[in-house]
């Protein structure tokens, strides 16, 4: 299974951007999907998250700017980000738990994009 992010790059502060990840593989179902961040001599951090019933969680720091979604029919989460703030630079890396065919469930991480906010 491999998670491929895109959708990063340069905004001016109160931008926006929408990360997309795809997973690919030998996927029987996903249940969990989620964002991390880590910002340069930081630790990573969750960002959001969603489940399989479409509940969703955010980190404090992004609640009433971002939105996460999904489209489990094609294996991909999105990450819709208003209203950014230089401190919303980081590397965003998304993460799921995918049910392969047998138990436990694995967890997977994609490569990352990064997202700058600047003027």
């Known amino acids: 299974v491999q998670l491929q992010a895109s959708g990063g790059g340069l905004v001016q502060p109160g931008g926006s951007l929408k990360l997309s990840c795809v997973a690919s593989g030998t996927i029987f179902s996903i249940n969990a999907m989620r964002w991390y961040r880590q910002a340069p001599g930081k630790q990573r951090d969750l960002v959001a998250a969603?489940?399989?019933?479409?509940?969703?969680n955010y980190a404090d720091s992004v609640k009433a700017r971002f939105t996460i979604s999904r489209d489990a029919a094609k294996h991909t989460v999105y990450l819709q980000m208003n209203s950014l703030r230089p401190e919303d630079t980081a590397v965003y890396y998304c993460n799921a738990d995918v049910y392969i065919g047998t138990l436990p469930l694995r967890e997977y991480w994609g490569q990352g994009t990064l997202v700058t906010v600047s003027s």
């Open positions: 969603i489940i399989a019933g479409g509940s969703t």
